[in-house]
């Protein structure tokens, strides 16, 4: 019953009871009620928990969206209508819930996380949680976000596979809504790592690698949200329960693919940033090769030059040298020379 | 029957014997039986081992606790009572005891290690025994700690599922009551992390490496505690044994779910401390690379400069320059050129 | 039903839609049909959509041949002539499928990257679909490329193995010749991957680098088509279906074992890439340390010596040395014997 | 039937043969037979093949304790009273055999390791053989060790479960005396671990990492020991075999914790070293800073005073500072100007 | 159909074709012929295909061994005979052909490598083909080695288990013999190893550092060989063909543990060497140390004196301390205190 973000408040409590984790929800909770069939659709939203409707008999669907998960109260409503376990109840509250998927016979209780791109260069990542019953879907999110939006206008539409299939697929749809953020969240992981790695190339420093770490440390949160998602999926799509469909598995399949697709991108990234930290850390030594070959160019040249300036600099009384016409020309020589060899040197070397 | 701590004492020891390896248990056992159904409880402390009784028969529950594994006596007088194997007494009496399930059919042998934050910024680490038979539940550890209290206050406030449920139930909820403190570690170890991130990229020195030496290997402890619990509960949730009885799977699926989360929390830590270590080691080199710098700017416009300074400092009796007016001013104006181009190159370079 | 690729465009689009993601196909679709039996053989091209027929009932086998994937009424044509999924019709027209193999029991859906080098060192990927039903088999893909023309005219050529078999044996040897492609592209990693390691002994520089790491990069790129084709096979070889015979099946297991080659081959590789960045920066490093040799020995000999030359260009009046007839030698001979001190040292380290 | 060791020497012969392929063994071979049941015990020990008795009838326990695998003929004589295959005897004979445990119907063989603390800092391995049949079993060593002694005489002290349990208990209670003997060798390592990790922090030197790579090494080797042992013990304890009676299955699942803690205990003590590396690599970085943080300061404070003194030092006629009476003061000024300016500079860096 | 090394010629091929892909076989094909059963035994060697015989009928045992496998020919007349697929014919004439076993029912086909120490410190690598039929066997390879003339002198020694048991025990017999030539290509590395180890610490240079690598691709080869063999031998010994009789089983065993060996040797081996690389590296890193402390030292010593030399090196015409007698004796008592002090501090830093 207990959930890391409860640690602090509420310890003792009854472990079916429910209590949203998250900052206090000052936001009134939407409950949208949809209910269709082939030929009918009824659209409503409700604003009291009185309201809120059993959900009506195959064939039609009825798919009750709830937007704010802090009011235990609403949750539990919905709850007591159409049969749900405390402990459910309990996770949809929990918006910290790790992805999973239960079977509880007469329901299917599936959280995931759904990311989208934030639109400056980072992704929001919000609990989801999706119940499918006999009939009927009921959605959970904090947020109300526009990623089930365009599923509505469909049904709205009509005519489609959407009106005429059972709640099943109704259900799937929405997981693949979900999925599909994922995809528009991997584009953008997509274009930061391009362009740190052409930062990597042209001009590395500091900053570089802070953007790097901060890149590696987003992708293992971001592959924490996927792995358990594909498994999640997975499950579904074995098609162990009684509420999905023959019909419904191969979209959940192809949804499957999907969050392979994204988990395999998610991998190679992380190998593409390790790539481009290593590509850094060796542009940093090989920077520093250069600067050391520079310093001992410049000082292996200069250092006997000095030394013979530093002879002839030196006030003994008897230096025949001193007195010739030619020690003076013959000293610059002499350096001439030795300059000479050591760039010989380190022509040979390859160094210059 | 033999431990790694009893390898100095008594290895010659018959192997269903019991003897508490760790230091002499000083404190006085104390065993306190709880018995309740759902509407009775009563509550005694026992301080001789011939006052603890038999369980009561179901559908009352008992709780046995004991506080203080280093009585032999006393638990094995407990183990006669409701018929527990010698190799499991054995197994209640060492305190190193790797966490495991054993299901000896008339009784369910659980091992965990119960941690909790010592408020310091470290964790204690404590064996803990559970034993389910048929209507009672026996915990066996060796500080009295108040993680079970909070139970203890929950089947004496009376109404409540915990009241009206049977020994599973209360299994469950005092392995719950254990996970729940390994959140409250993981809390003190993210912000211990937090910490040791924020000094890394603000002031590294030798003691962050330390300090992050010191983070990997209680990761690596921690880690160890935390994965053979996942298994243990793995396995109880599974189902295969009588004692627990369909309903109660449910909540051990939950508590399945949390140690998951704490074992993927527990690797994220370690990867992250992993790239805390490469930045921390990376900053180190990009500031050998910062002072070899500075000591090649300086060494380099220099060196020449000198030898220059050098040469007209020789005492050449024919140094034609040395008479002319315009030696010196020409002199500086050469070392002006010299350290002039050699800031426009290092400009070019990009060091300054 | 949303693909990555089409994120931007669509998004709101019935699932079972055909839209092909890639760029827009200008050139036209080209449609190729065999119909063959062990005495005869059909080919025609088909360039309207009305015009292609059923298949042939077995014991002739029928392969229509789609050159382009960009037009979605062909494929949807095809896939009303002979029943296909919706969601297999979109899998086609994605050409950034991943590797798969779905049995739909009526036929089996085989989508693989084919692959083939494309003559400057690098290698062209192209997605192709494969579709086995009984007594057909229909191949798309979008560039009309000379792997298949081999099959096509060992089919004309007529007697053989290939036209007395059924259309499993031809879906084989579609296969078997898209893995072929694989070896080909691992021919050439071969090479550049040779070329680089001799680069790395004789000459390296920052560019070695820079190939490295575009070559291990490739070779993930590579390993990430591979090891989903290995599975695919293996899938095929486990022989569930009943449209693939058993004498099938061991030619199938040869395709398998080649797959296993190709990917056992791309981890050599990988390995060998990490070596040989071992090898590139150990050599850096060992340069490193030759370039601080030279400038520790050079500045260590000559250091002392200009000291010795300082100490006797100091001016003061009383310097008896430099009086002395045999100041000037003693100073030259001391300079001499610090020198030869320095080097006998340096020769002992074994530096020179 | 060919081991490693017999390569050089008798390549062509037989499989069923059997040569020790060890050192002569010039120590004659000892046989101490014990036979025991409840009530009685009978301990005699053979010197010639011929007195090697038959196992008693059950309930009677026969232990025939072989110390000395270098005579073939030996134990050729106990496989033949018994009737012990021929692949077994020459395991039995090879004293560089891979843990394992095979099941021949009639007996059990298994061939593990026995480690005991060398008490100078190592640990000795020898090579033991245990079969166990029906009613008796052998164990099979080169050098008589104390590890069985202790068994021997809690069976000659009478009374316990030892004497009133079957062969199968002895098997068990030997197997667990070998055990016993990796937690003595694992608290060496920790030991020497300890040390190591001290020696890091205090004062590292070349040694230090030759300490490292042998403790390194020696773990290599003590977990290639220990993984087969688990898995050997793993076998045992899923009670396959009808030698092993259901009761003594809880025993052998209690030495296999006992194994799966050495195991991971040796994982562990990897981990650490590995820990313990890298602390003496960065540390070895830390210290190359420091160096060149002092080179650097030092040559870049006094090179521009250097050549400061060296444009004074010119002898040029013409250079009117030197007439002046506040040049001499000036110039010790600017010099002091730049010193502190630089010492300011690094300060603000942080270095001094 | 096609592998690696028919890329380049015959891609167009029909699959069952026979080629072999290696170079050209001058070497006429020995085809040698054993027949035997308990009490006879004959052999023959056939140069002409049409000489080759029908294996004689169990119980007798029939070996054919065919060295050359370039010449499809004989190879498919010998499949034609006792009844041989086309695909195992093609891998039969592959001589660069994964280790694997395939059961076609009739005959079991096995392919190997066969490794052979060279005797200059590398090992030759070898193509080895078995198929186990009805009472016979036949060897294909390219080299005549002498790796199964040790079994054949066996077989004609006459009396032991290899006359007496059937084809399945020569089968095994050949493949031991295989397995054997690892060992001493293992002990040829071991040796290499210890070489290089001792080098590393010794005497390191560039050298040393390919040697570790050239050793590490060795064993990267060399596991390539040896993982797959371990696999072949596992499915034999699981003993699913009803070829291989139930008493070989065990022998298979044998076989399969000594797989395991040379698995786990190579395994350390590769460990190994990662340590000595890691000590090579970082022996590069202290030599490095050692270089800078030295220059260090000189130059933090040396660069203050020579700045007070250069100061009493001025021209100033007012510089009190150069009229003063004891000014010189004074400025070389400034020095020797500046580089006491200097020595003193490198002495508390423990450098000299």
Known sequence: MSRRDDQTAG???DPARLIHP??????????????YDTSHLRERSVTRRGEIPAPALPPAVTWIAVDG???????RSIGDIVGIHPLTLEDISNNHQRPKIEDYGDYLYLAVRMLSADGIGGFRSEQVSLVLGKGYVISFQEEPGDAFERIRERLRAGAGRLRSEGADYLFYALLDAIVDGYFAVIEVFGERIEAVEEEVVADPDQETLQAIYVLKRSLIALRRSVWPLRDVVAELERGESSLVREPTLVYLRDVYDHTIEVAETVETYR??????????????SSRMNEIMKILTIIATIFIPLTFIAGVYGMNFAYMPELRHPWGYPAAIASMVAVAGTMLLYFKKKGWI
Do not use: K
Not at 22 to 35: A, K, Y
């Open 11 to 13: 310890r003792d409590a």
């Open 22 to 35: 998250g900052t206090p929800g000052l936001r009134p909770v939407t409950v949208t009620i949809l209910e």
């Open 69 to 75: 998960i802090h009011d235990a109260g609403v949750i």
């Open 271 to 284: 190998e593409t940033m390790s790539g481009t930290l290593d590509v850094y850390l060796s542009s940093q």
